[in-house]
């Protein structure tokens, strides 16, 4: 085939967007041609939802030109967008639960006849509109007690009689069933045919081959490629998505002091045998024995954090069997968790971590209050003498005690979180991206905290997107992918080469 | 089943009226029933309007003030011209509503709140004018408006125009949209702020339609009219089967709803053994239980 690029649909220069001081997207550049199926990926914060809404008209752009057709253009919300061909379906379905799937297709313009909404013309061009996307859906059918994945239908559907030419399906599998994917994708390839544009977000790799032409990776705000999926190998894909070369997967720097070895065969603290939670989590298992750093790898949407959940008790386990010291163990809150001795940092600080309006010995000590509480009172003496206890141990730097968390650095913060849990004595504690938007100096701190803290003798299971912290930080890792269990590393197994192979799923 | 989780009010009605007819002779006359419909038109109307309010997703607590507003109003323009005091009365309550959805839609302050302020204001506004008197409609221009068959006549037709507009103009149709997701409503792009208003300004005006009836039946605007009215105009569509947060019901549903609490009312007063008291506890325990049974029978939301 020669290369001769196709005209574009719509092409992105410069594309360029900020808030306040960080750099949502930096100069990208990207084409959609017509009538391809294009994938846009990244790991968290790269920049693909900015994107998606500039190019939708939610988000202005900073800097940079938008040619649609050749010709400028600048929306100013997503109505002209809209009016323009671009429209976007998200994964929580924007339609009416209550209305007729008809109402939902021609909300807005509905069919008039003498002034008076002619139904019987409504449901006739709603039922062609159907049958020529090839979906068996009853126009007169209620939305809500339709499936999500004919929900999503309808809603492409909209978009289509809307006059789209190009369509953004923002992780339009995150919540169907494997049948109901095969007719999105059915549908997928019938829009494409007419020579509709589609841009598909999603993490899952195997769709992302079976469906897209091309596919764009993006990193912290930045492009990194635009290639054809004909011919690139998933591994290369997954180096684009992580930054790293395929020669130089190698070991990186980080404070975490080398490798611990394994514990032999005695019984491990936390098992967790094939446990789910649909629909991203699928089927996990994964040990940890006391004394251990254990590792969870795999892309975002792979369902790592969905794996803490289930262990912490907040989201309950569908199948499979967890046990803690050997005795079942099936958490139903994270009271739950806590009483069986697991400690869960969480991922987002901000959201699920510290309490902003509350001071550093309020934070910290939250978990463990019901210690040194009698009778609903809370004792100050005891609670002073845990707070200096920990804030010397872990070197939490604050004024005083009673500053408030919300002035402290990142790495304050999580410093006070760790405290937090390890002053009701876990035995097991789950850290879920312990060292996101840290700085470098006390990224180490806290990184050699997690070792000092383990050679004492407490299993830790820690997620993280960091392969080097992964590598170097544990004796084990495991792999998810698409919410299973791929591989589990041990000891000089574990290498950033080898858990990448393991997210890509291909032979060593 | 399905026909209970559709009917449960209307069923509820035809018991009553079983219970009705087997208990109390004077139940089933013409006297008697046509004394119901007239005396529950009024709140009928003003039920019309909430229904409009309530399925858009909101709450008008300032419809029982706006019918005495609408009242005294008429009252004091209608010695000047008869039309002139039926169309004021409805006027100023439509005006009052517009102002209502105004201050929800652009000042951005909630519905309960906003029409809670209107009630005070419109009920003392009402006072201050009249000096806490009642004013009297000299002459008999309007007298007809309240008598007789006519509030039933002009209920009903007010009824089937609601239906109509419900169901079968974009308006009607933008209102269940806006009550079933006002911000999913705006991104599919409704001018979600105008159907609101356009509620709250309907439930005014129809609000004032049922002042002017009652000043036309009782002769004159009384202030102190429909005190607490808005509580049984929110029972009547709630008990009729109208969800509560907007989105799903219908006209018929709160008629239904009206002429069941005013049979039930009826019997009581036929009974005449039980003191008022004991029939609000009644009243108030009947509203529970038929809610409570509907929203029992009423399918989930989303079925798997």
């Not at chain 1, 930045?222 to 591994?235: H, M, N, Q």
């Not at chain 2, 005070?120 to 221009?141: F, K, M, P, W, Y």
Request: glycine share 12%; charged share 20%; with cysteine.
């Amino acid at each position: 085939m020669a290369d001769v690029a196709p005209p574009s649909l719509l092409r992105l220069e410069g594309i360029t967007r900020r808030f306040g001081a960080v750099t949502a997207l930096d100069r990208v550049d990207v084409s959609f041609r017509r009538g391809e199926v294009h994938a846009l990926v990244g790991e968290n914060g790269a920049g693909k939802s900015t994107l998606v809404k500039i190019m939708t008209g939610a988000y202005r752009r900073d800097d940079g030109e938008m040619f649609l057709d050749g010709a400028a253009v600048n929306f100013q919300t997503p109505a002209e967008a809209q009016a323009a061909g671009i429209c976007a379906v998200h994964q929580e379905v924007h339609l009416l639960g209550m209305r007729t799937v008809a109402e939902n297709l021609f909300l807005g313009r509905e069919p008039l006849r003498w002034g008076l909404v002619d139904w019987r013309t409504m449901m006739h061009d709603a039922r062609v509109l159907l049958d020529d996307l090839g979906l068996d859906i009853d126009p007169a059918a209620t939305l809500s007690h339709i499936s999500v994945a004919r929900q999503q239908m309808v809603a492409i559907a909209r978009g289509v009689s809307l006059g789209a030419s190009l369509l953004v399906l923002d992780e339009p599998t995150s919540s169907l069933a494997e049948r109901e994917v095969v007719i999105l994708f059915d549908l997928i390839a019938r829009l494409r045919a007419r020579g509709t544009s589609i841009v598909y977000i999603s993490h899952r790799l195997d769709e992302i081959y079976t469906v897209c032409d091309r596919v764009t990776v993006l990193r912290d705000g930045k492009l990194v490629a635009t290639r054809s999926l004909d011919g690139l190998e998933r591994i290369d894909l997954i180096c684009l998505m992580l930054g790293k070369s395929r020669e130089a997967l190698r070991l990186g720097a980080t404070a975490f002091g080398g490798r611990h070895a394994a514990a032999a065969n005695v019984e491990p603290l936390l098992r967790a045998r094939s446990i789910a939670f649909a629909p991203r989590l699928r089927d996990v298992s994964l040990d940890v024995q006391k004394g251990e750093i254990v590792g969870v790898a795999g892309l975002l949407g792979s369902g790592r954090s969905e794996t803490a959940q289930v262990l912490f008790g907040t989201a309950k386990s569908t199948a499979g069997s967890m046990f803690m010291n050997g005795a079942p163990y099936a958490p139903g809150s994270p009271r739950d968790a806590m009483r069986a001795g697991i400690g869960f940092v969480s991922e987002d600080r901000k959201a699920d971590g510290i309490i902003p309006e509350l001071s550093v010995r309020e934070n910290l000590t939250l978990a463990a209050l019901p210690l040194f509480t009698k009778f609903g009172i809370v004792s100050r003496v005891r609670q002073m003498a845990i707070v200096d206890r920990y804030m010397s141990r872990l070197g939490i730097r604050a004024s005083s005690a009673d500053q408030n968390i919300r002035e402290l650095s990142g790495g304050n913060q999580q410093k006070v979180l760790l405290a937090r849990w390890l002053c009701t004595d876990p035995e097991l504690l789950i850290l879920d991206e312990p060292t996101r938007g840290i700085d470098i100096g006390a990224r180490g701190e806290i990184q050699r905290l997690v070792n000092e803290l383990a050679e004492s003798g407490l299993g830790v299971l820690m997620i993280s997107s960091e392969l080097e912290e992964l590598v170097e930080g544990c004796s084990r890792v495991v792999v998810l992918r698409d919410g299973r269990t791929v591989a589990e590393l041990q000891g000089d197994g574990v290498s950033e080469h080898a858990i990448v192979h393991a997210m890509a799923e291909t032979a060593l | 089943m399905k026909f209970l989780r559709h009917n449960g009010a209307f069923v509820a009605l035809v018991v009553v009226c079983i219970v009705g007819v087997a208990r109390y002779e004077s139940f089933l006359t013409v006297e008697n029933l046509s004394n119901i419909l007239r005396q529950n038109s009024m709140l009928g109307v003003v039920a019309l309007g909430m229904t409009f309010v309530i399925l858009g997703g909101g709450i008008d607590l300032s419809v029982g003030a706006l019918v005495a507003v609408a009242g005294v109003a008429a009252a004091m323009l209608a010695p000047h011209n008869a039309l002139l005091g039926v169309l004021g009365g409805i006027l100023v309550a439509s005006l009052l509503g517009v102002i209502n959805g105004l201050l929800i839609t652009k000042a951005r302050i909630q519905p309960f709140i906003t029409t809670l302020a209107m009630l005070i204001a419109a009920r003392a506004a009402a006072l201050a004018v009249t000096h806490e008197q009642s004013v009297n409609i000299s002459g008999d221009g309007l007298g007809w408006l309240g008598r007789g068959i006519a509030p039933v006549v002009l209920l009903l037709i007010l009824y089937a125009g609601g239906w109509t507009v419900l169901r079968h103009t974009r308006f009607g149709r933008y209102v269940y949209a806006v009550g079933n997701d006002e911000d999913v409503a705006r991104l599919m792009g409704l001018r979600t702020d105008r159907i609101v208003i356009g509620t709250y300004a309907l439930s005014g005006g129809l609000a004032g339609v049922a002042g002017v009836m009652l000043a036309a039946r009782l002769g004159a605007g009384l202030p102190v009219a429909a005190t607490g009215w808005e509580l049984d105009a929110i029972a009547s569509v709630v008990v009729g089967g109208t969800l509560l947060t907007g989105g799903e019901g219908g006209v018929w549903r709160t008629l239904v709803g009206v002429l069941l609490l005013g049979v039930i009312f009826n019997l009581f007063n036929l009974d005449g053994t039980i003191s008022p008291w004991w029939q609000w506890v009644l009243r108030g325990s009947f509203l529970l239980v038929v809610v409570v049974v509907q929203s029992h029978i009423r399918p989930a939301t989303l079925p798997s």
